[in-house]
Nanobody, 124 residues
Framework: QVQLVESGGGLVQAGGSLRLSCAAS????????VGWFRQAPGKEREFAAG????????YYPDSVKGRFTISRDNAKNTVYLQMNSLQPEDTAVYYC?????????????????WGQGTQVTVSS
C-alpha cells in the first residue's frame, strides 16, 4: 500500500517561499496523478495544485496560479510544490494525494491515498 509523507512546511513571512515535498513509499506513484490540497482552520479542504502521471500537464486554481508550481520526479517517487509570494491566506495544512483514475483534479473524493499533511504558516 502506498504511503505518502509530506515535508517542507514551516513558518514564513509574507512574500516568502517554501518548497513542499511529497515522498511516496510502499509502491510507485509514477502512474498516478497527484494533487496538493490545503485546509485552513474552520474551512473545507481545497485544491491547490495537480499534476498528471507524466508531469506534462498541471492544474491550479486561480488563487495560486502564477505563484505555485507543482512538479514531480518519478525516479525519486516524489512530487513537489514550490510556493512563492506566500500570503497569510495561504496558511493551512497542506496534503498530497494520489489519483488513479480520471475526473476533475479539484475533487478530493477521487483521490485514494493521502499523506498526513504539513503545516504552512505565513505571517503578515
Amino acid at each position: 500500500q502506498v504511503q505518502l509523507v509530506e515535508s517542507g512546511g514551516g513558518l514564513v513571512q509574507a512574500g516568502g517561499s517554501l518548497r513542499l515535498s511529497c515522498a511516496a513509499s510502499g509502491g510507485s506513484i509514477s502512474s498516478y496523478a497527484v494533487g496538493w490540497f490545503r485546509q485552513a482552520p474552520g474551512k473545507e479542504r481545497e485544491f491547490a495544485a495537480g499534476i498528471n502521471w507524466s508531469g506534462v500537464t498541471t492544474y491550479y486554481p486561480d488563487s495560486v496560479k502564477g505563484r505555485f508550481t507543482i512538479s514531480r520526479d518519478n525516479a525519486k517517487n516524489t512530487v513537489y510544490l514550490q510556493m512563492n509570494s506566500l500570503q497569510p491566506e495561504d496558511t493551512a495544512v497542506y496534503y498530497c494525494a494520489t489519483k488513479k483514475y480520471g475526473g476533475p483534479y479539484y475533487d478530493p473524493v477521487l483521490y485514494d491515498y493521502w499523506g498526513q499533511g504539513t503545516q504552512v504558516t505565513v505571517s503578515s
